[in-house]
């Protein structure tokens, strides 16, 4: 008998282990009636393992973590690793319903929403800014997303408002927080069709950092469910919060079911950045807890790292354009378990 839900995180050694370790813990302590549901995570590539001492404060989680050669193909694109884990856990997991969480997300109340109901599918958020997306036929990005639209048999033209700036724009969605039907098998044509659009080589102007995601937009927009989305409570993009609409920014941190942190904590004046959070109250007993938590997992250790890393590929990125293909970035992810 399957089971109604389960979580699905990707963790590998490095600064991953401190924030899936954070969010199985805001799981565990903050989720109600859905505490206990099983988390499943994977380490999709070969390598040395995540660190034991993780190991051992998963099992205390109870967190069912295993390492897997599932992106073997594309080993060198580590966020390969979000749908083709999807489709391994869509084809290996006996559960109703599965959520993929990006590690850098945090739970502070009951995410009912995880719960579709019965004539919903899949639920996620618009992506926060339009970054790769496209506004329509006079936009300079609208070549990539017709390209898309072409090798995947989109029939149907859905568009979104971004929470930033209320920009009307082709479907984009965020793929740090998707709830999707097992049964529909989402997942598995989220993973053929990045596959295939990695095969042909199609890649946004900022680069290949974005396929992924614009691969999983237009999958959703080929079906024929209709795209549910999340209240705008969940996956809070906290960092963005002065530049959200209006209309769309929480006032207090108890009004949160989860947040979105990106890299906030890897930076040693993060804390100093909330307070800068617009009529945003943070005198709460989950923003106390949470403080703690990234003091006690030591979440900066690798900040300046991190800094130079997403730098490293954003020149990598910027190469392509031009044929230069450098692996810069995977060699220091070897050499520094990053």
């Known amino acids: 008998m399957s089971i109604p839900l ?3 995180i990707c963790t590998e050694p490095g600064r991953l282990e401190a924030q899936s370790l954070m969010l199985a813990t805001s799981i565990r302590k903050f989720c109600g009636n859905l505490k206990d549901t099983p988390i499943y995570s ?3 590539r070969v390598g040395e393992p995540i660190s034991q001492q993780t190991q051992e404060a998963f099992a205390a989680l109870q967190v069912i973590h295993q390492q897997i050669p599932i992106n073997q193909e594309f ?3 580590y966020l390969a690793n979000k749908p083709l884990v999807c489709a391994y856990a869509e084809q290996n997991i006996d559960a109703e319903i599965l959520v993929f969480l990006d590690s850098d997300k945090c739970l502070f109340a009951e995410p009912t929403e995880f719960l579709l109901p019965e004539n919903c599918n899949v639920r996620v958020r618009p992506e926060y800014g339009q970054g790769i997306g496209s506004t329509g036929s006079q936009d300079p990005q609208e070549w990539y997303w017709q390209r898309l639209y072409q090798v995947l048999g989109v029939k149907r033209e859905i568009f979104v408002n971004t ?3 209320n920009k009307r724009i082709r479907a984009y969605w965020n793929s740090g927080l998707v709830a999707v039907r097992r049964s529909a098998g989402i997942f598995t044509a989220w ?3 990045f596959t295939k659009v990695m095969h042909l080589d199609i890649t946004p102007p900022q680069g290949i950092y ?15 469910d209709n795209v549910e989305h999340f209240s705008h409570n969940y996956s809070y993009p906290l960092p963005l919060h002065n530049r959200l609409s209006p209309e769309l920014r929480l006032q207090d941190w108890d009004e949160i079911t989860s947040i979105h942190y990106f890299n906030l904590f890897f930076y040693n004046d993060w804390n100093t950045q909330i307070k800068k959070l617009k009529k945003f109250n943070i005198n709460s007993d989950k923003y106390k807890w949470l403080s703690q938590e990234v003091v006690r997992l030591n979440m900066s250790r690798t900040s300046v790292l991190h800094r130079y890393m997403l730098a490293i590929r954003r020149i990598e990125q910027k190469l392509q354009k031009f044929n230069i293909k450098i692996n810069l970035s995977s060699l220091i992810e070897k050499t520094a378990k990053f």
């Open 6 to 8: 389960a979580f699905i």
């Open 42 to 44: 994977f380490h999709p």
């Open 75 to 77: 080993h060198e694109y």
């Open 163 to 165: 929470p930033i700036g």
């Open 191 to 193: 993973k053929e069709n």
């Open 210 to 224: 974005f396929v992924e995601q614009s691969v999983l937009s237009v999958t959703l927009c080929a079906l024929t």
